[in-house]
């Protein structure tokens, strides 16, 4: 069945660092895939989505790009501030049914 | 405009009481889902309506779960018997459905407690 592992957390970086979380999946269709982020006290945010193979996400300077040859949508982002820390949830929706990663926890020190 | 709507927001129940949870989605979002999301955990699926019909309840952990949205808008799960292993954030998320490109819109959740 379809799946998302994505790297444990938390991760704890210096501000300006640079931010990468791995995604991958396991799907029988044709996915599109999403990034959502979950402040402190508050629910799930659509942060960045891709539909299509070779397709980058963009939001608020992360990235992340759909590559199907790997089964891969890891999220990068330059130089994060003490505002990103959050936790950051990779997902797919196939079929009309989205399934979620377990959470990847980001603190980001000043 | 408004978001998706969750109430109540804390519901703490006894164990094998009665409880419905309420959703109000976004307007004009077809799509109605329910996710589960326990401590640590990313949000579990549940079930999904397109419409009034649920279209996909696989999630539902068993017959003590249910959940309905008789004129496609607002929907409430219902659970009975509640065990101290229902305990978790109840997700609602509403979109326009039809196309896997639309995302979900969370609502902030109801967090049930079960003594």
């Known amino acids: 069945g379809d799946s998302v592992t994505q790297m444990e957390g938390p991760v704890t970086l210096s501000e300006e660092a640079f931010l990468t979380i791995n995604c991958t999946y396991t799907a029988t269709g044709y996915p599109s895939l999403f990034w959502y982020v979950q402040y402190p006290g508050e629910g799930l945010q659509l942060l960045l989505k891709a539909t299509k193979a070779d397709d980058k996400g963009s939001n608020k300077g992360f990235e992340a790009t759909y590559r199907k040859e790997t089964t891969s949508f890891h999220l990068e982002k330059g130089s994060v501030q003490v505002s990103d820390s959050a936790v950051y949830f990779c997902a797919l929706n196939d079929f009309n049914k989205f399934y979620f990663g377990s959470g990847t926890k980001l603190n980001v020190k000043p | 405009g408004a978001g998706v709507s969750q109430t109540p927001s804390n519901k703490v129940t006894e164990k094998g009481k009665y409880v419905e949870l309420r959703c109000d989605p976004i307007?004009?979002?077809?799509?109605l889902y329910w996710y589960r999301q326990s401590l640590g955990q990313g949000p579990e699926f549940l079930i999904y309506f397109q419409g009034t019909g649920a279209a996909d309840d696989s999630g539902l952990p068993n017959d003590r779960f249910f959940a309905v949205r008789p004129e496609g808008s607002v929907s409430t799960l219902k659970i009975q018997r509640t065990e101290r292993g229902d305990s978790a954030v109840y997700l609602c998320?509403?979109?326009?459905?039809?196309?896997?490109?639309?995302?979900?819109?969370f609502g902030n959740g109801t967090r049930l407690t079960v003594t």
């Open positions: 998320a509403s979109s326009f459905g039809g196309q896997g490109a639309s995302p979900l819109h």
């Open positions: 307007s004009g979002h077809t799509a």
